[in-house]
């Protein structure tokens, strides 16, 4: 027998499984968060009427909500 095959094993500590539904719904909320700061950026830094402003955050947020999920179902095993 070899040294590796008498060593003694460690048992690793258990981990639990993360809720998908949990972490889609903080990754959503974060892109939410983050389109509203991009529509209110965009609207102050160019003068813009508000609706292109919320149209601004609109589609940041569903852009960045899509990145996010992505990126979470990469990690998920």
Do not use: C
Request: charge should be positive.
């Amino acid at each position: 027998m070899s040294a590796p095959q008498n060593t003694p094993q460690f048992p690793v500590p258990h981990q639990s499984p993360r809720n998908k539904k949990t972490d889609s719904l903080i990754a959503v909320l974060i892109a939410i968060i983050i389109g509203m700061f991009a529509g209110i950026l965009h609207r102050t830094m160019e003068g813009v009427s508000y609706y292109e402003a919320v149209k601004t955050a609109g589609g940041a947020a569903v852009g960045v909500a899509v990145l996010f999920l992505m990126i979470l179902g990469y990690i998920w095993p």
